[in-house]
């Protein structure tokens, strides 16, 4: 086992033992350029207590950490908030190396845990409002579900005021320091920004609901230990209000142009619906999908209001870079949104109605049927891209007003 990996300490009793992850690039469909952490921590209380773990092929570091710190076999209990493999991947690994007293998550973390791993029976289910006492410090449970899984919970800290609050205000970003604060802030907010786009806003009602129960409980939290990401010390207020902002969705005078295209017509066509934006004084982003990847699309709709959507017809169906990102975005459920489409064609020409039915699915607003242009379109079908580009960013300010 590598044992060159020491544990960082966050409190008086708490350390970080977590991984970094400097090479990920991908998680499961969203683009991760600057990496990621699997964030664990062990509570040195009477009763030594490890919250998560990490991805399976981390468990080494996970354990040189722990070890610089105290003997594994001598961790009394495991928390799991979360059963998705990035942080139980090595879960079964530990559990047989440390031989804890016992191990805990929520009743669907036990089902969860179960079915991935085959280890609920090792389980002991816990609840919101359960409370678990470590000696001399106590631990106290909140289910969070469908943040973003069934099993997801917080556990908070109290005589450290530290909430765990697994991928909850978390982001996807390798860091050298643990803090908030150690790190520049405009990155942090791109990040959490994107890590709320990809993975959390489907949740978007669920998150203003927690905000809310949490708020009322009045827990004291001087530390928010994600799973991913920094912690947060400095900042907390304002990832709080960013969180309810991003939920809330709030329609805003910015829209979003994304297309892909095959001999330039549809990028012609997106141009001039972007000066018809212009027109308005919306604020917008024109997005060829032959440099833009899904996540960042996902990234634009948190902070935009409309989406108009291009693409040439090909074997009578829209363009595959097009059919990805509005089933990659059908999922993410955008709220308050409204949109278009526009497309071109050869001899058929199906796509334009393809797009419709797309953003319809996603409850977004259609501002009209769209326009669609034969080959090479002509100054009559540009001047109607405008016109297109000019009704959605008339709309989106009235509706606005």
């Known amino acids: 086992m590598n044992s060159i990996a020491k544990a960082i300490k966050i409190s008086d009793k708490v350390y970080w033992v977590g991984a970094v992850d400097w090479t990920i690039r991908d998680f499961h469909g969203y683009r991760t350029s600057r990496g990621t952490t699997y964030n664990a921590y062990l509570i040195m209380a009477d009763k030594i207590t490890l919250i998560d773990t990490v991805k399976a092929p981390f468990r080494d570091e996970l354990l040189s950490r722990i070890s610089s710190v105290v003997n594994p076999s001598e ?19 530990i559990i047989d190396i440390v031989k804890p007293e016992k191990v805990f998550a929520s009743t669907m973390g036990q089902k969860n845990l179960e079915a991935q791993l085959g280890i609920g029976s090792r ?84 998150i203003i609901k927690l905000l809310d129960d949490v708020g009322k ?38 829209a979003i142009v994304v297309y892909d295209t095959m001999w330039n017509s549809t990028a012609i066509m997106a141009n001039a619906v972007g000066e018809g934006l212009r027109e308005t004084g919306v604020e917008f982003k024109i997005l060829p ?71 319809k699915s996603m409850n977004v607003e259609l501002a009209s049927e769209g326009v669609r242009a034969k080959y090479v379109p002509s100054e009559t079908d540009l001047k109607a891209c405008f016109e297109l580009g000019k009704l959605v960013g008339d709309k989106l300010r009235a509706k606005i007003q």
């Open 75 to 93: 961790i009394d209990y495991i928390v799991s908030n979360h059963a998705e493999m990035d942080h139980s991947g090595c879960l079964p690994q």
């Open 123 to 206: 389980i002991t289910p816990v609840k919101t409002g359960d409370s678990l006492s470590l000696g001399n410090m106590n631990l106290s449970f909140i289910e969070t579900k469908m943040l973003h899984w069934p099993d997801s919970m917080f556990t908070y800290l109290k005589e450290e005021q530290i909430l765990f609050s697994q991928d909850a205000f978390g982001m996807h970003l390798a860091v050298d320091k643990l803090f908030d604060d150690e790190n520049v802030w405009d990155v942090l907010e791109e990040e959490g920004e994107k890590y709320f786009g990809n993975i959390l806003m489907p949740y978007s009602n669920l």
């Open 217 to 254: 409980m009045n827990l004291p939290i001087k530390l928010v230990a994600t799973d991913h990401g920094p912690i947060w010390r400095t900042h907390i207020g304002k990832i709080l209000e960013l969180y309810r902002k991003w939920s809330e969705h709030k329609p805003v005078p910015r």
């Open 289 to 359: 999908l032959s440099v833009s990847h899904r996540s960042d699309v996902a990234t634009e709709i948190l902070k935009s209001s409309a989406i108009i959507v291009g693409s040439p017809t090909m074997n009578n169906n829209i363009f595959p870079t097009i059919a990805d990102v509005l089933t990659y975005l059908k999922g993410l459920r955008p709220s308050n949104m409204i949109g278009a489409s526009f497309s071109s064609y050869g001899w058929s020409g199906e796509s334009l109605p393809q797009m419709n039915e797309y953003l």
